[in-house]
């Protein structure tokens, strides 16, 4: 890198290596070109305006990169399926979704690109819903002007495995089956609340309201709707209430005579705790306690989108939501922008 000082006219293409600012009383006061700027043609007249006949400015050398150029490499080669890269901005490019999905981070490789020196990336969590359009990632460099090298290391973690380190992952246009329990709902002395809320669940999604069935507090009862679901062909099975400890509460013994794997029945989150997920030749089925009619976000709210999004949750991925598994219940919620079971991504 070399440093010259040049007529203005003269240094078009060239890096500013400073800061410069212009006033106006009680207009502006700031930089009107900020360090790293390279300099354009138009921007000639503007600096002889502001007294800048001549200009402080940076030559790159053979194996230098501006931390524009460097930065966008980076964000480039982090971007998976599902993403957009922006323009740069004092260095930094910011990824973005393209579409609604689940954010997915390979935090491994993530955190061996952050040791790379004067390498920085940081992104939301992993496993977060995110929308099409919202700033999932942002990547710059530290110095103005980087070694070639640096990105090039960059980019070798970034292509190790057949996907880049970041993407989102579309959700699937699942079939949605709810199964509604409880004898005083099926006799008509207790008006259902469960089944607007599983349809709210949905079209938060995009997705068609479920088909629903409705079974008294017994577990063949409730196998048998749950049977009846899987064969019009639903393709996740909510099973709502009776998942307590109480006698007459036997949603968990249904969906288990169904010949259902149980991967996992209680989740250290709250709300949420007597939540049961399991898999019937692939299809998910969720027992999903009364908190979730109550509560605006629960543990089927963490778990709901990865399932969506195609992934088949395991017990040690339930477990991982203890830490973070605790809904403070805020007067505003700001969900999934909290820290609700983000231990568990």
Known sequence: MKMYHLETEKAVGRIICHDITKIEKGVFKGALFKKGHRIRSEDVEPLLCLGKKHIYALELEAGELHEDDASRRIACALAGPGLEVGDP??????LSAARDGLLKIDVERLQRINSVPDVVVATLHSGTPVKAGEKVAGAKVIPLVVREETVEAVERICQERELPP???????????????????VVEGRVKDGFAPVLAQKAAAFNLAPPLIRFAGDDADLIAAAIGELLQEGCELVIVTGGMSVDPDDVTPAGIKKTGARVVKYGAPALPGAMFLLAYREGVPLIGLPACAMY?????LDLLLPRLLAGEEVTAAEIAALGHGGLCRRCDTCFFPHC???????
């Not at 901005?89 to 910011?94: A, I, K, Q, V, Y």
């Not at 579309?170 to 199964?179: A, N, W």
């Open 89 to 94: 901005s004092e260095g930094r490019l910011d």
């Open 166 to 184: 970041l993407q989102v992952r579309p959700y699937l246009p699942l079939k949605l089956g709810g199964v509604i329990t409880g004898r005083e």
């Open 295 to 299: 509560f605006q976000n629960t543990v």
């Open 339 to 345: 820290s609700f079971g983000k231990g568990g991504s």
